[in-house]
């Protein structure tokens, strides 16, 4: 990369470190900011700063928000009693993307994985059980993902919430829209089969 | 570059890129290896059950130098329930770690992922009367594989067989009362049953010890210790061992 200057050079580095970001597309990039205006370079600049200043984990169901109380559990529309538990707040988007549920959220923040040492205490578990005590919650979805480690995190949560007297469902797992019943492995068709509806 | 067919345990899974993972396999024929799995991380792919932890599968990968490409995979058996007990979770992890910490790349042992695969599916089945069992007689059977058999019929240091009450880490096996004196280094006091419990985990096949009945207290010890001596033969501690320790009254 000798060729370029210092300046810009260390711009590419940067922008390749973005996920995603390979060094062609990390040298396009810079080629396109260094041509921008200076009112659309400081507004960029002023985004990524205020972005990493002033998002802030909602102080109820800890998805990313920069306010105290994210607008999901500020909004009184949202039906009080039931709640979601996601793994990342990338997971809350996906599903308000889909407009099916209109309940509330808790972002555990990761999964349980022995190998990873990601214990009950390095995820927003406890902040869970407490939640779920302290309000009038009639059901909660276990929402993590279909991996070893979601799994087992949603049963772990599942069986220490149960007794609470609070209803406790796992999303359904089936076939991906668009796949082919011939490459569907064994074990999501056997859920698949589990969770089948009457149509 | 000829693909290589062989099945394989998946004993340790990393992300890598965007969709990307890269896989640690126990393979039948080609020992401990590292695998590329592509787009595993994408809802689409193929390949998603085949390439988690615990995944037992039939895999068709191009060769690499470090890492191999996955090319195709077939899942044979997952032991999906041990995701619906943490602690079984947990004590399956550390025998994946175990299996990571113990073998080289490349570095073959279908004996020992025999045993590991016929261990994961007792305890995933919920078939052994306990767990810690099959824990303590995989980490002995394990350890004596690779060649540090503990000594576990006379002391290590007078060679008698009378007064035997300690396990001598430095020692590689039992010593007697009178010898405790003269040693150095980590002991773990042993009870006749604890020492008979060590000798049946070298001598009883694995079928026959998951219907063995024992008190979970003395197995973790006898884990605990078993676990302290892998540490001090292969020269690293698992962390996965560790973590099922704190597991055993995570939120308390
Ligand atoms: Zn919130
Ligand atoms: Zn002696």
Redesign the interface.
């Given at each position: 990369m000798g060729y370029y200057p210092k300046t810009l050079e260390r711009l590419v580095l940067e922008l390749g470190k973005l996920?995603?970001i390979g060094e062609k597309s990390a040298q396009r990039l810079a080629f396109h900011i260094i041509n921008l205006s200076d009112e659309e370079i400081s507004s960029l600049s002023e985004a990524l700063i205020s972005a990493k200043a002033k998002i802030v984990l909602c102080q109820k169901c800890f998805t990313i928000t920069d306010k105290e109380i994210c607008d999901i559990c500020e909004n009184p529309k949202r039906d009080q009693e039931t709640i979601c538990v996601v793994q990342n707040s990338r997971d809350i988007f996906a599903i308000e993307k889909t407009r099916e549920y209109n309940g509330l959220y808790h972002v555990l923040h990761g999964a349980?994985s022995?190998?990873d040492?990601i214990?009950?205490?390095d995820i927003k578990?406890?902040e869970l059980?407490l939640r779920i005590g302290e309000s009038d919650i009639k059901e909660v979805i276990m929402a993590t993902n279909a991996?070893?480690e979601g799994?087992?995190t949603a049963?772990?949560l599942g069986n220490?919430i149960s007794p609470l007297g609070v209803k406790v469902t796992r999303l359904a797992k089936g076939i991906?829209i668009?796949?082919d019943l011939e490459?569907?492995?064994?074990?999501?068709l056997i859920k698949a089969f589990e969770g089948r509806n009457e149509i | 570059m000829a693909l290589i067919k062989t099945k394989g345990l998946v004993i340790k899974e990393q992300p890598y890129k965007e969709q990307d993972k890269i896989l640690t396999i126990f393979t039948e024929d080609e020992g401990k290896i590292q695998c590329i799995a592509r787009g595993v991380r994408r809802q689409k792919s193929g390949l998603l059950a085949s390439t988690q932890i615990f995944a037992y599968s039939e895999f068709v990968y191009y060769p690499g130098k470090n890492f191999g490409i996955i090319n195709q995979s077939n899942l044979i058996e997952a032991f999906y329930p041990l995701r619906n007990d943490l602690t079984k979770m947990a004590l399956a992890s550390y025998l994946l770690d175990l299996m990571y910490n113990a073998y080289e790349f490349f570095q073959k042992s279908p004996e020992i992922l025999k045993l590991l695969l016929h261990v994961l599916f007792y305890m995933s089945g919920g078939k052994a009367k306990n767990d810690l069992i099959l824990v303590g007689a995989f980490q002995m059977k394990l350890v004596s594989y690779l060649g540090y058999r503990p000594g576990l019929e006379r002391c290590m240091i007078c060679q008698d067989d009378q007064e035997i009450s300690l396990f001598s880490i430095e020692n590689n096996g039992i010593i007697c009362s009178g010898c405790r004196e003269q040693t150095e280094g980590y002991l773990y006091k042993l009870n006749p049953a604890m020492l008979e419990l060590l000798q049946d985990f070298l001598r009883q096949p694995i079928k026959q010890l998951k219907d063995r009945e024992v008190s979970s207290a003395e197995a973790i010890k006898i884990n605990d210790l078993l676990d302290h001596y892998i540490g001090y033969c292969i020269g690293k501690s698992s962390k996965a061992y560790a973590f099922y320790k704190t597991m055993l009254n995570p939120l308390g």
């Amino acid at each position: 990369m000798g060729y370029y200057p210092k300046t810009l050079e260390r711009l590419v580095l940067e922008l390749g470190k973005l996920p995603g970001i390979g060094e062609k597309s990390a040298q396009r990039l810079a080629f396109h900011i260094i041509n921008l205006s200076d009112e659309e370079i400081s507004s960029l600049s002023e985004a990524l700063i205020s972005a990493k200043a002033k998002i802030v984990l909602c102080q109820k169901c800890f998805t990313i928000t920069d306010k105290e109380i994210c607008d999901i559990c500020e909004n009184p529309k949202r039906d009080q009693e039931t709640i979601c538990v996601v793994q990342n707040s990338r997971d809350i988007f996906a599903i308000e993307k889909t407009r099916e549920y209109n309940g509330l959220y808790h972002v555990l923040h990761g999964a349980i994985s022995p190998l990873d040492g990601i214990g009950p205490q390095d995820i927003k578990a406890r902040e869970l059980l407490l939640r779920i005590g302290e309000s009038d919650i009639k059901e909660v979805i276990m929402a993590t993902n279909a991996t070893v480690e979601g799994e087992a995190t949603a049963m772990y949560l599942g069986n220490l919430i149960s007794p609470l007297g609070v209803k406790v469902t796992r999303l359904a797992k089936g076939i991906p829209i668009g796949a082919d019943l011939e490459y569907t492995d064994e074990i999501t068709l056997i859920k698949a089969f589990e969770g089948r509806n009457e149509i | 570059m000829a693909l290589i067919k062989t099945k394989g345990l998946v004993i340790k899974e990393q992300p890598y890129k965007e969709q990307d993972k890269i896989l640690t396999i126990f393979t039948e024929d080609e020992g401990k290896i590292q695998c590329i799995a592509r787009g595993v991380r994408r809802q689409k792919s193929g390949l998603l059950a085949s390439t988690q932890i615990f995944a037992y599968s039939e895999f068709v990968y191009y060769p690499g130098k470090n890492f191999g490409i996955i090319n195709q995979s077939n899942l044979i058996e997952a032991f999906y329930p041990l995701r619906n007990d943490l602690t079984k979770m947990a004590l399956a992890s550390y025998l994946l770690d175990l299996m990571y910490n113990a073998y080289e790349f490349f570095q073959k042992s279908p004996e020992i992922l025999k045993l590991l695969l016929h261990v994961l599916f007792y305890m995933s089945g919920g078939k052994a009367k306990n767990d810690l069992i099959l824990v303590g007689a995989f980490q002995m059977k394990l350890v004596s594989y690779l060649g540090y058999r503990p000594g576990l019929e006379r002391c290590m240091i007078c060679q008698d067989d009378q007064e035997i009450s300690l396990f001598s880490i430095e020692n590689n096996g039992i010593i007697c009362s009178g010898c405790r004196e003269q040693t150095e280094g980590y002991l773990y006091k042993l009870n006749p049953a604890m020492l008979e419990l060590l000798q049946d985990f070298l001598r009883q096949p694995i079928k026959q010890l998951k219907d063995r009945e024992v008190s979970s207290a003395e197995a973790i010890k006898i884990n605990d210790l078993l676990d302290h001596y892998i540490g001090y033969c292969i020269g690293k501690s698992s962390k996965a061992y560790a973590f099922y320790k704190t597991m055993l009254n995570p939120l308390g």
